[in-house]
């Protein structure tokens, strides 16, 4: 069973560009015990890419086959909003997903997430920010929690700092053009020592 469902609206836009959607796959037949619950965080740099890319047969679909409620979710744009916009859809999109646990099977106590690339880079930080009411957002099931109990991050960005300047127009689109004044200051020059003097001693 695949349907599309509104998990959340972003205050202040009009109607047609407020509403965010995750496509929700049951496995069937329904299993007799709650199931897990896995959301699917696409790629594409933060600026491109939809949710249904979590439709193909060996993502979202496989997980539905085997006993897993999965959930393919869109998030804002870096052309629409900038960080932490994105991370703030996909906070509500766990929450809405734990808010109707009952409804569709789901246990609430096992909700996991996994995304490519930029997918996977919010993904990592669904998993390391759980209690963070400052990056939680107002986006829907507010009176919820966003935390995760499992991550898979894949292929993804995570040391920002010691990324090559090519990838500098994705990221400062992201950031809207906070992180290429930071590469410029002294601020940005000492994160780097004390990254490199991090991974030297580790």
Known sequence: MRAA?????????????????????????????????????HGGGWRAGERSAGLYPWLSPLLAAHGFVAANVSYRLSGEAPFPAQLYDVKAAVRWVRANAEAYGIDPERVGVWGDSAGGHLAALLGTTAGRADLEGNCGSTEWSSAVQAVVMRCAPSDFPTMPPENAEVLDACSAGRLQKLRSSAGWRALRVTCMRACRRS
């Open 5 to 41: 469902q509104k998990y959340g609206s972003v205050p202040g836009l009009p109607a047609w560009q407020a509403d965010r959607y995750l496509d929700l796959l049951l496995p069937t037949p329904r299993p007799p015990e709650l199931a897990p619950a896995v959301l699917y965080l």
